[in-house]
């Protein structure tokens, strides 16, 4: 079943605590295995009549749950009448709650696997994107000013300059220096190919 609308993230984690899930419900319902969610037969006292219960049972035990695919490349899917990330179930799953963020480290937001996914802050998630679509100079931060380079970088929601560069090269670098001074993941700015 395809989810109506997916919460913003900063209406998610609120939504997610004010809403009874918990491991053991969880358990009680999905198996994780290999970054993906499978249903778990039902038992009789979850579901409200016998023909339910054995419709239910018969189509979707033993299938893979939250396969439907959100706008942003998110794998998807609803329980227990709520909306949700497979990400934060997996993380719920193991580690008994969901955090505000949830990062895929290496960018792909389908590769659920556990050893993909770690909990950070918003700051820290800002800091593991892919290099925009509309970026021209193959170089997230990099653009041309004039007959030169100028390179900038996004700290606490604000644009810093980090100089203006005659040669492309030179911008590039001051970027990636500035990207280890303030603690950007190795993988931001990859690109879709990465």
Not at 60 to 69: L, N, R
């Amino acid at each position: 079943m395809l989810p109506r609308r997916i919460l913003k993230p900063e209406k998610r984690a609120s939504r997610w605590r004010s809403q009874a899930l918990n491991c053991h419900a969880l358990r009680g319902v999905l198996r994780y295995e290999a970054g993906k969610l499978f249903w778990l037969e039902r038992p009789r006292a979850m579901i409200a009549d016998q023909r339910s219960f054995k419709t239910w049972n018969a189509r979707f035990a033993g299938q893979e749950a939250f396969t439907a695919k959100h706008s942003e490349g998110y794998r998807c899917g609803t329980i227990f009448g709520c909306n949700f990330f497979a990400h934060q179930i997996i993380w719920a799953l193991h580690f008994g709650d969901a955090p505000g963020e949830i990062d895929h480290i290496n960018g792909n937001r389908a590769d659920n696997r556990l050893e993909n996914l770690r909990a950070v802050s918003r700051d820290e998630n800002r800091r593991n994107v892919k290099r925009p679509s509309t970026n021209s100079s193959g170089v997230v931060g990099v653009y041309r000013m004039g007959s030169g380079w100028r390179a900038s970088i996004g700290i606490d929601g604000r644009s810093v300059h980090l100089g203006n560069f005659t040669e492309f090269d030179q911008a590039c670098t001051a970027r990636k220096l500035a990207e280890v001074q303030y603690g950007f993941h190795e993988n931001h700015g990859r690109s879709d190919a990465a």
